[in-house]
């Protein structure tokens, strides 16, 4: 049965309808979340985060011969996830713990003067708009 009290790194076996997987807890991993546990599944090279109700009573201790086994086929493969999953977890930490500071202030880009078009067709600059309105509408 699964029982990490006394190790710092358990090997055991995860046996679900799907299968069964090596996994392996490390008590020096951050706590998962309320309820859950951190577990790494060999067959999907990853630690996974497990509700640990219904994962607790799927766990089964390795005998001798198959704790070396599995420690020397998966060893590396679990330092190497570890290393990387303690890398997020402590780049999370700190993003977290950043101040909130204000961007600096970006300056304002000088806006062009818009250019208009003329749309009166003869070249005049006339002011004269009395034409434009002769449809008789009563504003």
Request: no cysteine.
């Amino acid at each position: 049965m699964y029982n990490t009290a006394k190790k710092q790194v358990w090997w055991g076996e995860l046996k679900t309808s799907r299968g069964t997987a090596i996994v392996i807890h490390d008590n020096q991993l951050p706590e998962a979340s309320a309820g859950r546990i951190y577990l790494y599944n060999t067959e999907r090279k990853l630690i996974v985060e497990y509700v640990e109700d219904i994962v607790k009573p799927n766990l089964h201790e390795l005998d001798e011969a198959a704790l070396k086994a599995a420690e020397g086929k998966f060893g590396g493969e679990w330092k190497a996830a570890r290393s990387d999953f303690l890398d997020k977890h402590q780049l999370r930490i700190n993003l977290n713990n950043m101040k909130d500071t204000p961007a600096p202030a970006r300056k304002a880009k000088a806006e062009a003067e818009p250019e208009y078009e003329d749309l009166g067709g003869g070249g005049s600059n006339s002011d004269d708009f009395s034409d434009d309105w002769s449809d008789d509408f009563d504003d």
